[in-house]
């Protein structure tokens, strides 16, 4: 075509941001569905929630699910567990990963890939292997049905150390080398210099670890009897019944469940994802 | 050992402080403060919780000492955190029993034997039904008092029956019947089948098994190689074969009770207990029905039940036992029927319950007693469970002939039960 | 490259100075005392807390599969019997091929997740924090939740995925109680579930790439797709190389969607048991620990073999700084 060039590279870049639009259009279209499906279930009736062939939008809108799952189990105080599960799992990680972290990727000491196997072994056990062990300790600690029992095994992540050890090893030494000649100690080092360099992979580390706390099921379960100190994952599935699970409140309540986490995700998605630009950072 | 509670013990000081101030924190389940004894009630049904807990009224006001709380842990996940909190020493005092685990529980010497409590107090456990005092007891013990039973009856749908103008099912009801009118209901461009045929043990099969004069289990062996067992299978998958009933394939989506409640079948053997579900569905309180299982060469249901065991490391045994007894009494069976959920297994409390529906005409599930036949069980009840639906399954989607598939279970199931010994 | 002081000048600074600058000139062979002991400081409380609650159950699980356990207490030693049952049962040869499905099928998971933390990336692109967040809803939806909704989707006679194939004239099947396409439908929702975090993975890498690498490229004439493979692919390979990892471990240990979407009834069951479902299975269901125990260490022994590879093979891709 015979067109100016500028016009035609105009053209190409829209063009361009055009299609990576329609990908990711299409892609969130897919992402969100069954979202949405779990929304417009809160919204009907019990027996309409089960009938085949499903309703997409209800026959009518019902409010009630949401309003029943406060009364069917303790929802405030279970949220308030998850938070306190979640804060705690999430700052435990963030202190305890970084640390070692840290020292495996940036320090030499003796027996350094020994120990880092041992780490990553710990990530290799399936969960449920260790749960009658563990239980078994949370209970001598004399901790079963109480909320530090709920976070205490998950402070400690293999995947958090290895995560920020990733990020560690890709920064440039520069900065370490320029503020050790100005006789900072280790702790300082990594404290000023490094671990501020690191943000967006501790804030990816903090929405994991909290989506992860957020929805465990098995070990609150396991811990936490008391329907007093269960976080909202293990609550909500008190909602489903031996023969016949009341859908429109598990799905309102899991709607209501997640909303908090989507918030944090939403707070905390500008951190991660602001660039470190190395001329500006400040060291 | 040593070295471990040395470990426990470096880190139980700061969460210690922790727990004592604010921090919710029991080490045990049980406990007894200022005079009152707490035991706890372990159960997993949220529709039962409202009525447990009136009961649960009752009890303390006869016994102002003792208090219960109910621990509700929902279905999926009742055996494997019960048997966590088992080898730990945190289980309930009291808790739920089924058929499939009283045996387990019993060898395993987690529950507490009840002969010494009924023999002392001359309580009569005659009151429940004979089925049930078997199920829970292991080697001649009584290990848990009965609180409620479940039959299986053939729920149908008037309508439906009406459309096809054949008469509701009732106790004349016969197999061939059955076989006739699922062929006479199914209408494929309504996308109606005469009856669900699921692969399900206490639904469907285990009815017609004892119906067919088979057997599951006997003296330790399976009875699946038996013919009269294969009989009574036979009879789901011709059904599933003819095009009467969906397949399983189609039932793992969407489950026969879905179909029964959505109308898209006639005809389903479905649980007692689900009656309070099938009240709530307009439809289905408007024109369902339910009737006694129709004979086979001769009649039969699947009873089972629930009941109240004491665990063995409960530190309140008297008042554990208290509460089960309190569980299996006249009193408490009356307020569990009236809530309508479950049939109280105390003779001549269940009248309640049945009024509870009266559209329904409940009484069929009572009048069952006399030819129930109890949920099969052993010690290792579940490895044969499931091994069921691994081999069965074929059959049950129209794939492999019935026969050889339930040979090859009770060779596999024998070997399982060769292991449990 | 990384720029070293040199050791004279260092030589000729203060002592503060000097001390720092030796701690500086690694990789020394020989490490010095005072950095070993705050490397260990470093690692000291997160390695009580796996001593605790991790290496020390691990060590009484290996030992509980070297017995017949008791459900409610007692173990007795069998040695080695449980190993061999297990690996004479062929429902473990099964499982084993299931999970090793599933590990393939998660692994294309990542591919995915960097093509769209790449787009995302673009520059001047609108609406970027809001596609974040939608990708990112699966991840927060609960497991419950999820399983009940794709059972739904897939649904045989009244599922939306049926329905929409017939839109096209093409006959759906009954997907997950098909054996021939559960283990599938399952490993697509794994997909599903896990893109939006791997997504915060490739972003929180990518975004940790200095924008003046892109700036230099560009002034160069270098198009997106070979700014992506030029610079976002070599300088994101740590975190590729760790989500790798990862995904290859997690998707080893597949668990909570077989649970939550397979029901017992399942005629395809069999075709979708995973390691860890088997696991549970026997472990908690049918009291089998002992077993159950040695199946998962067995697991584990080739979750290791795997990871070990990879780190061997890192230095042959992976660019640290």
Redesign the interface.
């Known amino acids: 075509m015979p067109e100016p060039a500028a016009t035609q590279r105009r053209t190409r870049v829209d063009g361009?941001?055009l299609a990576?639009?329609a990908?990711?259009v299409a892609?969130?279209l897919?992402?969100?569905?069954?979202?949405v499906?779990?929304a417009l279930?809160a919204f009907k009736t019990m027996p309409e929630s089960v009938q085949?062939?499903?309703t997409f939008l209800p026959n009518e809108w019902h409010w009630d699910a949401f309003s029943q799952v406060f009364t069917a189990v303790p929802f405030m105080e279970m949220l308030t567990n998850s938070f306190l599960n979640t804060l705690g799992r999430t700052l435990g990680q963030l202190?305890?990963?970084s640390?070692?972290a840290?020292?495996?990727a940036r320090?030499?000491?003796?027996g350094?890939n020994v120990?880092f196997a041992?780490?990553?072994?710990?990530?290799?056990?399936?969960?449920?292997?260790?749960i009658?062990?563990?239980h078994e300790?949370v209970q001598k600690l004399g901790l079963l049905n109480s909320i530090p029992a709920l976070f205490?095994?998950g402070?400690?992540s293999?995947?958090g150390?290895?995560?920020l050890r990733?990020?560690f090893?890709?920064?440039?030494?520069?900065l370490?080398?320029a503020a050790?000649?100005?006789?900072?100690?280790?702790?300082r080092i990594?404290w000023s210099v490094m671990l501020p360099l690191?943000r967006?992979?501790l804030?990816?580390l903090a929405?994991?670890t909290a989506?992860w706390s957020?929805?465990d099921?098995l070990w609150p379960l396991v811990v936490n009897t008391d329907p007093a100190t269960m976080p909202i994952?293990a609550g909500?599935?008190s909602l489903?019944g031996q023969f016949m699970t009341n859908?429109p409140v598990?799905?309102a309540g899991?709607l209501i469940?997640?909303l908090p986490?989507?918030v944090l995700?939403?707070l905390l998605?500008r951190h991660?994802?602001?660039?470190?630009?190395?001329?500006g950072s400040k060291g | 050992m040593r070295r471990?509670s040395l470990?426990?013990g470096a880190?139980a000081a700061p969460f210690a402080a922790a727990a004592a101030t604010g921090c919710s924190s029991k080490g045990g389940s049980s406990r007894t403060s200022g005079g009152r004894t707490t035991i706890s009630y372990g159960m997993w049904d949220t529709l039962q919780v409202a009525g447990t807990e009136k009961i649960i009224k009752a009890f303390e006001a006869e016994h102002p000492g003792i208090s219960v709380q109910i621990q509700l842990t929902p279905f999926p996940s009742y055996?494997?955190t019960l048997?966590t909190a088992?080898?730990g020493g945190s289980a309930p005092d009291v808790f739920w029993m089924n058929a499939v685990n009283l045996q387990?529980?019993a060898e395993?010497?987690?529950l507490r034997p009840l002969d010494p409590f009924i023999e002392r107090d001359g309580f009569d456990m005659a009151v429940h039904p004979e089925e049930l005092l078997r199920m829970y007891s292991y080697k001649g013990t009584r290990f848990a008092m009965p609180k409620d039973f479940d039959t299986i009856g053939l729920w149908y749908n008037k309508e439906l029956f009406d459309k096809a103008g054949i008469k509701y099912p009732d106790d004349s009801w016969t197999w061939d019947t059955v076989r006739d009118a699922a062929a006479e209901l199914t209408d494929p461009r309504a996308g109606v089948h005469g009856i669900a045929a699921?692969?399900?043990r206490q639904y469907t099969y285990y009815n017609t098994i004892a119906q067919a004069g088979g057997y599951v289990i006997r003296d330790g062996r399976s009875g699946f190689a038996d013919e009269r067992t294969i009989e009574g299978l036979r009879f789901w998958t011709d059904l599933i074969d003819k095009g009467h009933s969906?397949s399983?394939?189609?039932m793992?989506?969407?489950r026969g009770r879905q179909l029964y409640l959505s109308e898209k079948v006639a005809m389903n053997y479905d649980l007692s207990a689900m009656a309070s579900q099938m009240y709530a569905a307009p439809a289905i309180k408007d024109h369902g029905g339910v009737a006694v299982l129709p004979e086979g060469r001769r009649r039969g249901t699947v009873i089972h039940g629930l009941a109240s065991a004491i665990s063995s490391k409960s530190e309140h045994p008297e008042a554990a036992w208290k509460f089960a007894k309190f569980m299996g009494s006249r009193k408490a069976a009356l307020i569990q029927a009236s809530e309508g959920v479950t049939i109280s297994s105390y003779a001549g409390t269940q009248d309640a319950w049945v009024k509870s529906m009266p559209e329904f005409g409940l009484g069929v599930f009572i009048d069952m007693l006399d030819y129930a036949v109890p949920y099969p069980a052993s010690r290792?009840t579940?490895?044969w469970e499931?091994l069921q639906?691994?081999l069965l399954?074929?059959p049950?989607?129209g794939k492999g002939g019935i026969e050889s598939a339930s040979r090859t279970l009770a060779r596999q199931m024998d070997l399982a039960l060769e292991q449990e010994k | 490259m990384?720029?070293?002081?040199s050791t004279a000048a260092a030589q000729a600074?203060d002592r503060?100075?000097s001390r720092?600058?030796e701690?500086?000139s690694?990789?020394?062979p020989r490490?010095r005392r005072r950095?070993?002991r705050?490397?260990?400081l470093?690692?000291a409380?997160?390695?009580?807390?796996?001593?605790?609650?991790?290496?020390?159950?691990?060590l009484?699980?290996f030992w509980f599969s070297f017995t017949s356990f008791?459900?409610?207490?007692g173990n007795t030693w069998v040695g080695g019997e449980n190993y061999e049952g297990v690996v004479r049962d062929v429902t473990v040869g099964q499982a084993l091929g299931n999970t090793v499905l599933y590990m393939l099928m998660g692994l294309v998971t990542l591919p995915v997740a960097i093509v769209?933390a790449d787009?995302?990336n673009?520059r001047?692109?609108r609406?970027v924090?809001v596609?974040?967040?939608?990708?990112?809803?699966?991840?927060?939806?609960?497991?419950?939740?999820?399983g009940?909704?794709?059972?739904?989707?897939?649904?045989?006679?009244?599922?939306m995925i049926n329905e929409a194939l017939s839109w096209f004239g093409v006959d759906g099947r009954?997907w997950?109680?098909?054996p021939s396409t559960a283990v599938y439908a399952i490993g697509a929702v794994m997909v599903?579930s896990h893109?939006?975090?791997y997504l915060?993975?490739f972003?929180?890498?990518i975004?940790?790439?200095?924008?003046?690498y892109y700036e230099a490229a560009e002034i160069d004439g270098a198009g997106?797709v070979r700014r992506f493979f030029r610079i976002t692919l070599p300088?994101l390979s740590?975190?590729i190389?760790?989500a790798t990892?990862?995904c290859v471990?997690n998707s080893l240990?597949q668990?909570?969607l077989i649970f939550v979407m397979m029901?017992?009834?399942?005629?395809?069951?069999?075709e979708t048991q995973s390691i860890?479902t088997l696991?549970?299975?026997w472990?908690?269901?049918?009291?089998a620990?002992g077993a159950a125990?040695a199946l998962?260490f067995l697991?584990?022994l080739l979750?290791?073999a795997l990871?070990y590879l990879q780190f061997r093979f890192q230095k042959r891709w992976v660019h640290?700084?």
């Open positions: 361009g941001a990576t639009h990908v990711l892609g969130a897919f992402m969100v569905f069954p979202f499906w779990q279930t085949v062939p499903p202190v305890f990963c640390l070692a840290y020292a495996f320090m030499q000491f003796r350094k120990l041992v780490f990553l072994s710990v990530l290799m056990v399936p969960a449920q292997l260790l009658l062990p563990q300790i205490l095994p402070m400690f293999a995947f150390t290895f995560l990733q990020f090893m890709a920064l440039p030494r520069e370490e080398e050790r000649i100005d006789g900072a100690g280790p702790f990594f690191v967006p992979a804030a990816a929405v994991i989506m957020w929805n099921l994952s909500l599935t489903e859908y598990l799905m899991s469940g997640s986490m989507i995700y939403l998605q991660f994802v602001q660039g470190i630009a190395l001329s | 471990r470990l426990t880190l055996w494997t048997k088992m080898r387990m529980y395993g010497g987690a699921e692969m399900s969906p399983q394939s189609a793992t989506d969407t290792r579940t490895v499931n639906p691994q399954g074929g049950f989607t | 990384a720029v070293f002081p600074a503060r100075r720092a600058a701690r500086g690694t990789p020394s490490p950095s070993q705050s490397a260990y470093f690692i409380p997160i390695a009580l807390g796996f001593l605790v609650f991790y290496i020390w159950p691990l009484e699980t008791g459900v409610f207490g769209l787009l995302m673009r001047g692109l609406g924090p596609y974040r967040a939608l990708y990112f809803l699966p991840f927060v939806t609960m497991p419950a939740a999820v009940l909704v794709w059972n739904w989707l897939y649904n045989g006679d009244f599922g009954y997950v109680s098909d599903w893109v939006g975090y915060i993975i972003t929180a890498g975004k940790a790439i200095p924008r003046d997106p300088l740590p975190s190389f760790f990892v990862i471990i240990q668990f909570d029901s017992p009834e399942n005629p395809a069951l069999g860890v696991f549970f299975k472990a908690f269901q049918e009291n620990q125990a998962a697991l584990m979750i290791a990871t640290y700084a």
